[in-house]
């Protein structure tokens, strides 16, 4: 972390397409419980103002942040929202304790999604589905180890990303030459 920089406090939102706002509002606000705090909708490209007809929408979480959604229909493809792999694209939702992750999964297989877990991670344990935009939604909880797991990957995260770089980096030169320069 730069020592000059004042540290970023949070993530305020995180913005996702999504194919149709109703049914996204439907899963996250009637099957979540999460809070619909915004639906707006707009006429323009925001910095050009180019015309561009699209709905941003905001549910908030319940640390007052957000997760949001943009429903651009002029420039959606069904392709666009193929389920994605974890490793491309989850959103994970942190809940209080078990009896909430557990609550969180019954309540999913009751509005028909199909609802895997809980996975043990060692530093959480998680429920896994996805939403009707292709996104794999992971609702997790903290184990009791979860600090000290994660305080003890810290100490070793720069020496296992370096051991990392130097084992992959040359088979991504090709794919990737400016990466080259990170670091």
């Known amino acids: 972390m ?9 993530v305020h939102h995180t913005a996702f397409r999504c194919r149709d706002a109703e049914e996204t509002r439907h899963f996250y606000e009637d099957v979540l419980g999460l809070e619909l705090a915004a639906a707006l909708a707009f006429d323009t490209e925001p910095g050009s103002g180019k015309p561009m007809r699209y709905m941003h929408l905001f549910f908030r979480l ?5 997760v949001a959604f943009f429903d651009w229909p002029g420039s959606a493809t069904p392709e666009m929202f193929d ?18 992750l557990d609550a969180y999964r019954e309540r999913l297989r ?11 991670h060692d530093f959480v344990r998680s429920v896994y589905c996805y939403d009707p935009n292709g996104i794999q939604v992971e609702v ?12 003890e990957e810290q100490r070793e995260a720069r020496a296992i990303m370096a051991a990392w770089t130097d084992e992959t980096r040359p088979a991504k030169a090709h794919l990737w030459p400016d990466a080259a320069r990170a670091g």
């Open 62 to 66: 319940g640390d007052g942040r957000f």
């Open 140 to 151: 997790t909880v903290r184990t009791p180890e979860h600090d000290a797991i994660l305080a």
């Open 2 to 10: 730069a020592a000059d920089l004042p540290p970023i406090q949070g």
């Open 83 to 100: 389920r994605t792999g974890g490793f491309d694209l989850h959103l994970a939702l942190e809940m209080e304790d078990m009896s909430a």
């Open 110 to 120: 009751a509005h028909g999604f199909k609802a895997i877990g809980p996975v043990e």
